[in-house]
């Protein structure tokens, strides 16, 4: 089965055509930009959800230049448009992303990819202030895997599978993978899959705390939709300290960490939305928030 999956994804890996070369038709988006790689929407019933597909499918998804790109445009489109509250990253029901374009790799020299900061610019997605929900249905491998692990929480469809197979080339990860799979899963999983390439099922990484929830394949992007249509409902002014707060675990020392949250959660106290949503619990209605 390992042997049969590996070979037929020999192609998405090896053949990968390159970005320039592909011609796939420009979409327009909402905000009237164009996108070669990607779709870009708003949905949910207050249109409040920003859902980017990623959309290379005879690569299988595979992340290149060109699209990353177009995901920081994307992005930055929807960091500012003050209607979205949360945004999904999601890619077919075959491939999230598999893996990074390898002929985009395969002649670069060393003095190219220090020189050039290599990636450097692949991290865009973790720096973003509203929530981010990944939506992974078939393969998040190597470059794949790391996008999904830059965003916040992250959906399965049951037939998923993450991996970081760059050991198999002949390389290691290069987008944050070492680190974050690490922090996500612990060292005995993250080493394995590292030093093997081996990949996890959905089943598997939602035991280790990779992934929150899994959906059948069909269901899944609906379901992260309305996990951002929750999000998108609360105070977006709060849910960037949240978010502040829950990410300085991952940077910070348990003592520097509490203060921080202490800071974020006495500065709540300065927001309208804090007030509103205490005064309608005590009396017993919906917020309303402002974003004040
Ligand atoms: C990389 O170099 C090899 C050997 O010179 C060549 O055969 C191959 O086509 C090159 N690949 C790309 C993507 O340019
Ligand atoms: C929520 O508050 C805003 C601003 O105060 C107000 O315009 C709006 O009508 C309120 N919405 C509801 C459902 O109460």
Request: charged share 25%; net charge positive; with cysteine.
């Amino acid at each position: 089965m390992a042997v049969a999956l590996r070979s037929l994804l020999r192609p998405a890996w090896s053949l990968a055509p390159a970005c320039l070369l592909l011609r796939a038709p420009a979409r327009l988006s909402s905000a009237g930009t164009q996108f070669q790689y990607l779709v870009v929407e708003k949905k949910g019933v207050k249109q409040n959800v920003g859902v980017i597909q990623l959309n290379r499918p005879k690569a299988l998804n595979a992340l290149c230049d060109g699209l990353m790109n177009e995901m920081n445009q994307a992005l930055d489109f929807f960091e500012k448009d003050p209607d979205v509250g949360a945004i999904v990253i999601t890619g077919s029901e075959k491939a999230f992303a598999a893996g990074a374009d390898i002929k985009e790799m395969q002649n670069r020299t060393f003095q190219e990819c220090y020189g050039g900061s290599f990636l450097a610019h692949w991290n865009r997605v973790s720096l973003v202030r509203k929530p981010v929900i990944a939506a992974v249905n078939g393969y998040a491998l190597g470059g794949g895997c790391e996008l999904a692990m830059m965003c916040d929480i992250i959906y399965a469809g049951d037939k998923a599978q993450f991996g970081q197979p760059e050991i198999l080339l002949g390389t290691i990860p290069g987008a944050g993978g070492s680190q974050r799979l690490t922090r996500a899963v612990g060292k005995s999983l993250a080493m394995e899959m590292v030093l093997t390439g081996d990949r996890i099922s959905a089943q598997e990484a939602k035991e280790a705390g990779l992934v929150s929830k899994i959906y059948p394949t069909e269901k899944l992007l609906e379901e992260a939709i309305s996990c951002g249509e929750k999000i998108a409902g609360n105070s977006k002014l709060v849910t960037a300290m949240a978010k502040e707060a829950v990410n300085a675990a991952f940077e910070m020392t348990l003592t520097e960490g509490n203060k921080m949250e202490k800071r974020l959660f006495y500065a709540t106290f300065a927001t309208d939305d804090r007030k509103e949503g205490m005064s309608a619990f005590v009396e017993k209605r919906k917020a309303n928030f402002t974003d004040h």
